[in-house]
């Protein structure tokens, strides 16, 4: 279980340098995970102590939202005085989301019936 726990906050923090070497707007944490993907793809499998710690993680996932709640619960007048810009930006960006999963499935589906095309 240390030794998934060293692999995640590795990756994190390869991601946090690579983010601030190229002075990227892209959170390291994000890159961690893109990191993190990279790796058990090029592995090809999920190492049993990764999966170990990430089972654990999991479990208790819910006790990371405790943050968020207390921090809507702290700024809850800011809220109420921006909600509208908060709710165009929650609705352009699940927009811009379903966009681009869109078009990444499509890619990933026309080349995979190209690969088994090919067989």
Do not use: Y
């Amino acid at each position: 279980m240390l030794q998934g726990l060293f692999v995640l906050l590795f990756c994190q923090l390869l991601g946090e340098l690579l983010m601030m070497a190229i002075n990227a707007p892209i959170p390291g944490p994000v890159a961690g995970m893109l990191i993190l993907l990279i790796g058990l793809m090029v592995l090809g499998r999920v190492p049993d102590g990764l999966r170990l710690t990430s089972t654990g993680l999991i479990s208790h996932l819910s006790l990371l939202f405790i943050p968020a709640g207390v921090g809507l619960m702290v700024f809850a007048d800011q809220i109420k005085q921006q909600w509208w810009i908060i709710l165009v930006a929650l609705l352009v960006s699940t927009f811009l989301t379903l966009i681009v999963v869109a078009w990444v499935m499509e890619r990933f589906k026309s080349k995979e019936g190209q690969d088994h095309g090919a067989h």
